[in-house]
């Protein structure tokens, strides 16, 4: 059996169990749904169809058992009788948005702390149908995060779990991550992790080639992906050993690092410089950018997270501090401010060449992802972030449509699930996100969201935000 068809397989069961077990949603889950007829027609909506092409205005959308059965000009396409009927005049529809650095923890001090409650809601109230979280801190939790949902006990989106990170040595104060032992260590946590119930793997910043390499041919062996945040290994070398995809689109490369010792991660400052100095347009990056396109190497965006280290871009917006606990607002602006105030940061100039290089590789042809990464110090909260990290492609040069297709339909792709999902076609699962506004012309229409459908069952999205306000940092 394939690898495509394995994952084609894991998305339909979750879907066809959550259905299945539509009457026994928790009580929780339960009281955010508005919708949950077998039969519901969205009318006079326009369609974003997630692939790139223009939106078609005035159209009806017919949802049947969880699934997409019809699509057509709101005039002609007749509705069935026992549908459930809502007139979306003036509103847009989309694919649920498929996100891919996503985490189940926020930060804390020199910790991170498991937000089960407010990230589960926030994600879906964002329009989240489908996230691979990249890398776990407690890989027990998530998995358990990810089945409570599937089974209806929890709201939230459907969850991809990445493994544990696998480094190499140098981070031991970082209480949260394990170096491994070499190869054999790597090989033997592979197996673990896979048999434990992970879905997909992480390779991280000091891991060595050698590890690196004997990580990717097992997890490969057992049909999964591995993606990676790395330094010590460039990118070329990560596309050279068969890596799938890597993370923070070019801003953590070290491949433009002069006399780079092999398998050593440079200091931090040296490769920011190297990429702040470099041309986007000059043969270095263009043989970079074109070696990870013939060896089929995602790049996962995540401009969001990276944009709360550069001075002179906004702070996070009064919807995202309402979501904070106090004592998590507090210490996010204060060092929000402290990071502002910086004369002479290389961020600006990084900043700026890093999303010139996320528009290059998509332009190339490159399979560009989008994730948000809340980490940092704070400030990237699930669901808001998904939208500004949209918002932040259409600030790299990617047309409002393009943006929304790298959320959407080219998630689905690297997923290899895209005959299922990524897509408002007929035939496909009914993961769906109605806004009141039109993000094919106005990017910053996309935080408009008031309907998530996740397998034809429709949650409030404000009800969902509004239920986990002044608690992210907590639970």
Not at 79 to 93: W, Y
């Amino acid at each position: 059996m394939s690898h495509k068809i394995i994952r084609v397989l894991f998305f339909t069961i979750l879907s066809v169990a959550l259905l299945a077990q539509g009457v026994r949603f928790s009580r929780e889950t339960r009281g955010f749904i508005l919708y949950d007829s077998p039969t519901i027609a969205l009318k006079n909506v326009r369609v974003i169809k997630g692939d790139g092409s223009p939106a078609v205005p005035k159209q009806t959308v017919i949802l049947k058992e969880g699934k997409i059965v019809s699509i057509g000009d709101a005039d002609s396409l007749p509705i069935p009788e026992d549908a459930e009927t809502l007139d979306l005049t003036g509103k847009s529809l989309l694919p649920g948005f498929i996100m891919f650095h996503e985490h189940m923890f926020y930060p804390s001090g020199r910790q991170y702390n498991l937000q089960i409650i407010s990230f589960t809601r926030l994600y879906l109230a964002g329009g989240v149908t489908t996230m691979r979280t990249a890398g776990s801190i407690e890989a027990y939790t998530d998995i358990k995060i990810r089945d409570s949902i599937a089974a209806g006990r929890l709201p939230g989106p459907k969850i991809r779990v990445t493994s544990p990170f696998f480094n190499g040595p140098g981070m031991d104060s970082f209480y949260q991550l394990k170096s491994l032992k070499g190869p054999d260590d790597a090989r033997r946590m592979v197996a673990y992790w896979d048999e434990e119930g992970v879905d997909d793997f992480k390779v991280y910043a000091m891991i060595s080639r050698e590890d690196m390499k004997a990580v990717i041919d097992e997890v490969h062996k057992r049909g999964k992906k591995v993606t990676g945040h790395i330094g010590a290994v460039t990118y070329r070398e990560a596309a050279d050993l068969g890596i799938d995809c890597l993370e923070h689109g070019f801003f953590v490369a070290t491949d433009f690092v002069a006399n780079k010792v092999p398998d050593k991660n440079p200091p931090a400052s040296i490769a920011r410089k190297s990429l702040a100095e470099l041309d986007p347009d000059g043969p270095e990056a263009t043989a970079l950018i074109q070696h990870l396109i013939e060896k089929g190497v995602a790049i996962d965006s995540t401009l969001v997270v990276l944009e709360t280290l550069t001075p002179g871009r906004p702070v996070a917006s009064n919807a995202v501090l309402d979501a904070l606990a106090p004592q998590t607002r507090d210490d996010y602006l204060r060092t929000w401010s402290r990071l502002a105030a910086s004369k002479n940061s290389v961020w600006p100039e990084l900043f700026k060449k890093g999303m010139a290089l996320e528009k290059r590789f998509f332009d190339a042809g490159g399979l560009l992802l989008v994730g948000t990464d809340p980490t940092g110090y704070g400030g990237v909260v699930a669901g808001y972030a998904n939208h500004r990290a949209i918002e932040l492609l259409v600030e790299a040069g990617l047309s409002p449509l393009e943006a929304i297709q790298v959320a959407t339909f080219n998630g689905a792709k690297y997923l290899e699930i895209e005959d299922t999902l990524g897509t408002v076609e007929a035939g496909k699962i009914a993961d769906l996100v109605v806004i009141a506004g039109d993000p094919s012309t106005k990017i910053q229409d996309i935080q408009k969201v008031e309907i998530v459908f996740k397998d034809g069952i429709g949650y409030d999205s404000k009800k969902l935000f509004d239920s986990v306000k002044g608690t992210v940092g907590l639970r």
